[in-house]
């Protein structure tokens, strides 16, 4: 991943309502929510959250697809991980480190 890159999806990230919006994105998994179910979940006005998922999908976080009168939002993981591996590239310069939830890692 490219620097400017996970800047772009940093600050996507940078802003609670689209933090909130991928993250209920993320926990619906490959099936995806519709703007409806985010919007009644989340409750935010539809104006407001089409501005943010624009946002998210600009930064290649979300993708979003057609299926017949709905459109569907989806995490983009590819682009999680991706930036996830961006973000601990040079952890503990290749050392073994503590990453959160492995038990396989030690402290730095």
Do not use: W
């Not at 503590?98 to 890692?105: I, L, T």
């Amino acid at each position: 991943m490219e620097e400017s890159t996970a800047i772009q999806s940093l600050a996507a990230l940078a802003q609670a309502m689209r933090l909130r919006v991928f993250r209920s994105l993320v926990v619906a998994g490959p099936q995806g929510r519709t703007p409806g179910q985010l919007g009644e979940e989340l409750e935010v006005a539809g104006a407001t959250l089409s501005f943010h998922l624009k946002e998210l999908a600009n930064a290649g976080l979300v993708t979003q697809q057609r299926d017949g009168r709905n459109l569907i939002y989806r995490a983009d993981f590819g682009q999680m991980n991706a930036l996830l591996a961006y973000l601990t590239e040079h952890c503990c310069q290749g050392e073994s480190c503590a990453v959160a939830g492995s038990e396989s890692c030690k402290p730095c």
